[in-house]
Each structure stands twice: as C-alpha cells, then as structure tokens.
Antibody
Framework: QVQLQESGPGLVKPSGTLSLTCAVS?????????WSWVRQPPGKGLEWIGE???????NYNPSLKSRITISVDKSKNQFSLQLSSVTAADTAVYYC??????????WGQGTLVTVSS | EIVLTQSPGTLSLSPGERATLSCRAS???????LAWYQQKPGQAPRLLIY???SRATGIPDRFSGSGSGTDFTLTISRLEPEDFAVYYC??????????FGQGTNLEIK
C-alpha cells in the first residue's frame, strides 16, 4: 500500500518561501503516476496546487503558478513543493497525494504551515 | 474554470436515514472525470467514488454515485455513525486540472 508523508517547517515568515517534502513509501515515485500537492486553509475547502511526473513534467494551478516549484528527488523517492513570497493567505494544511486516473487516490496525513512573523 | 457548487451546505440527518448530496458544475463535465471524497476532522480526504459512479477500493456499497453533464449526486443509503463528515466533489480536466466543490457538511441530527 502506498503511503505518503509530508515534512517541513510549520512556521514561515511573510515574504519567505514555504518548502515541503513528501516521502513516498510502499511504491516507487517512478511508477508512472503523477504526484500532486493540495492545500486546505483552516476551516475551508480544498485547493489543488500542482502536480509533477518523475520524467520532469509539471502542471500548476494558474492562480499560484508564478510562485510554485514542484520537483522530484528520485534517489530519495520523494517530491517537493516550494511556494515563494508567502502571505497569511497561504496558511493552510498542505497535503501531498498520488494521482490515480483523474483522481487523487492516496493522500498524506497533511502538515499545517502557518505564515506569521 | 469549471466551478462546482455543492448543496446543501449542511445536511442534518440521523443514523439509518438516506443522504443525498448534490454537486452541480458550471459547465458539462465528463462522467469519467467526476469524483467524491470524504473528509473527517483532522484527517486527509479519502476517495469514495471515481468516474461518477464507481466505488473506490474498500468503500461500502451503501455509498453510490450517479449523474452526468452538470448534475451529479452522492447517495448514502443508510447512514452509519462513521459516515458523518464533510464530502467534496472534484472534477478533472479543466484548468486548473483539479477543482473541488466547497463541501457538504453531513452532521448528526
């Protein structure tokens, strides 16, 4: 069974860069699936951030595209999210997930990132 | 961007009752690209239904999905205590690639 685990700082200063990593176990990140990041502000709904493929392809949410980088580290079986120029509006629980066929079929437990000075 | 509107925002029912949740799209969505998720407090979403009507692995058969075009429905035939949660519909394909409805909170009456 595929498992995903997010890690990274829980507190980021305004105007700084949010950096998170998603470690994949029970399966290979080079399996052919795409892999996504999704976020959820406290008490609100879900927002898809973007996705990547181990071959180097990426797709980003246009609303965040100018600030996002999603990358892969195949040697560590993990992928990462960087979100620059953060503000309080970027405070959210961040999830990584595996893309199935047009769905997100496996999710990490999520990690709360707070943007505050 | 395709906007998904879920109704009602909150649904109050008792265990054993039938729940009907609606998801309406601002443009036609392929049935193969419509999914439903369940989210409990403090947990990640869990995939329930894909392709509008196919249950994901391990999902009980009291959960069923239906619909086409712009109108989709998630039905829970007889509510169990563990079914009270927030439910999201999701579409794939229109930019952004994945969009979600705002959620329906299914609460115990």
């Amino acid at each position: 069974q595929v498992q995903l685990q997010e890690s990274g700082p829980g507190l980021v200063k305004p105007s700084g860069t949010l950096s998170l990593t998603c470690a994949v176990s029970g399966g290979s990140i080079t399996s052919g699936n795409w892999w996504s990041w999704v976020r959820q502000p406290p008490g609100k709904g879900l927002e898809w951030i973007g996705e990547m493929h181990h071959g180097g392809g990426t797709n980003y949410n246009p609303s965040l595209k100018s600030r996002i980088t999603i990358s892969v580290d195949k040697s560590k079986n993990q992928f990462s999210l960087q979100l620059s120029s953060v503000t309080a509006a970027d405070t959210a629980v961040y999830y990584c997930a595996r893309n199935g066929r047009h769905v997100l079929d496996y999710w990490g437990q999520g990690t709360l990132v707070t943007v505050s000075s | 961007e395709i906007v998904l509107t879920q109704s009602p925002g909150t649904l109050s029912l008792s265990p054993g009752e039938r729940a009907t949740l609606s998801c309406r799209a601002s443009q036609s969505v392929s049935s193969s690209d419509l999914a439903w998720y369940q989210q409990k407090p403090g947990q990640a979403p869990r995939l329930l239904i894909y392709g509008a009507s196919s249950r994901a692995t391990g999902i009980p058969d009291r959960f069923s999905g239906s619909g086409s075009g712009t109108d989709f429905t998630l039905t829970i035939s007889r509510l169990e205590p563990e079914d009270f949660a927030v439910y999201y519909c999701q579409q794939y394909g229109s930019s952004p690639l994945y969009t979600f409805g705002q959620g329906t909170n299914l609460e115990i009456k």
